[in-house]
C-alpha cells in the first residue's frame, strides 16, 4: 500500500538513515521538494499587533499560523489515560502526521522498532481507521480514543469544520504572560454556547492556548510552545492536550521535524 509504507518509511528513514531501503521509501514519499524555508525561534514579547475586531484577528492569525497548503511532522507522543479511579496508564510512542489544508490529514502511531500500531485517515471531519495492530485491537475503549486522537489532531491544526460560530468577540484589554507577552483572547461561540477561546500571543499572532468543545460532548484543552518560523509560518514543536471527554486522557507532543508545504503523495489521502 503507497501511502501507508510512505509514512512509516519516513520515520524508518529518519532513525535509521543507512538502510538504503528505508531512504528509497523516504524519497518516494517527499518527492522532489523545494528548499527548506528558513527556521528559526520566536520571540513573543513586544509591541502587540493592532487589530480592529474579532474577524480580523482570526483571519490574521490563521495567515500566520495555518498559512500552508501541506505539513509534514515527526513527533514523540504521552499518553496518559484515565482507566477508572485512581488509575492511570502511561504510554510512549512515535508518530508521523501528514496534513493537507483544507480539510486532511493522515497519521500513522508507531511502536516499538518502528512496528505500526494505528494508522488513521481524516477527511473533513471523519475518521477511518485504515489499520490498528491485533493487540490494540481488543481493548473495548480504542475506537472512542482514536475518534478523539483524531479531533484531537484537527483541533491543533485547526481542521475541524464543526466550528461555525454565530458570534466572535475579542476582548478588549491585552493582558500579558510570563515574560511580559502580551495575549489577546478570542472567544468564539455557537449559539449561546462557548464553542472555542483562543489565547494568542499579541506580538506574533501565535495561538498560546486553545480551548475546544464540540457538539458530541468533548472539552479539550491544547497549550502550544516552542514556537519556530518556517518561512512565514509559525510552527509549535511543543504541545500538551488535556481531553476531558468521552475518552479522558493527557497528550504531551514533542515535535521532533517538521516541514512545511512539501509535495505529499495523493494516495496518503485516498481510504484504501
Known amino acids: 500500500m503507497r501511502a501507508e509504507h510512505g509514512l512509516v518509511g519516513h520515520v524508518a528513514a529518519i532513525r535509521r538513515p543507512i538502510l538504503g531501503a528505508w531512504a528509497l521509501l523516504l524519497t518516494s514519499f517527499a518527492g522532489c521538494q523545494p528548499p527548506p524555508a528558513p527556521v528559526g525561534p520566536v520571540d513573543h514579547r513586544g509591541r502587540a499587533i493592532a487589530v480592529r475586531d474579532a474577524d480580523e484577528l482570526l483571519q490574521r492569525v490563521l ?16 499518553l496518559e489515560l484515565v482507566l477508572g479511579g485512581q ?29 505500526k500500531l494505528v494508522d488513521l485517515l481524516y477527511m473533513a471531519g471523519k475518521t477511518k481507521v485504515i489499520h490498528v495492530a491485533p493487540e490494540l ?5 480504542l475506537p472512542a ?15 475541524d469544520p464543526q466550528l461555525y460560530p454565530s458570534r466572535r468577540r475579542l476582548e478588549e484589554s491585552v493582558s500579558y504572560a510570563s515574560g511580559r507577552a502580551p495575549l489577546y483572547e478570542l472567544k468564539e461561540f455557537r449559539r449561546d454556547e462557548l464553542a472555542r477561546q483562543l489565547t494568542i500571543f499579541a506580538a506574533t499572532l501565535a495561538v498560546a492556548r486553545a480551548e475546544v468543545s464540540d457538539e ?6 491544547i497549550v502550544f510552545g516552542d514556537y519556530e518560523t518556517h518561512g512565514k ?27 512545511v508545504d512539501v509535495k505529499l503523495d495523493d494516495h496518503l489521502f485516498v481510504a484504501e
Open 63 to 78: 495567515q500566520s499560523n495555518d498559512g500552508y497548503g501541506t505539513l509534514r511532522t515527526v513527533h514523540d507522543v504521552t
Open 87 to 115: 488509575r492511570s496508564e502511561k504510554r510512549t510512542f512515535r508518530g508521523v502526521l501528514a496534513v493537507r489544508r483544507p480539510g486532511h490529514f493522515r497519521l500513522a502511531i508507531l511502536g516499538p522498532v518502528g512496528m
Open 137 to 141: 485491537a481488543r481493548s473495548s475503549r
Open 145 to 159: 480514543i482514536l475518534d478523539s486522537i483524531a479531533a484531537d489532531i484537527a483541533a491543533i491544526y485547526r481542521l
Open 216 to 221: 458530541r460532548g468533548d472539552s479539550r484543552t
Open 233 to 259: 509560518v509559525l510552527v509549535p514543536r511543543s504541545i500538551h492536550v488535556a481531553n476531558e471527554g468521552r475518552a479522558f486522557y493527557w497528550l504531551a507532543i514533542r515535535v521532533e521535524s517538521v516541514d
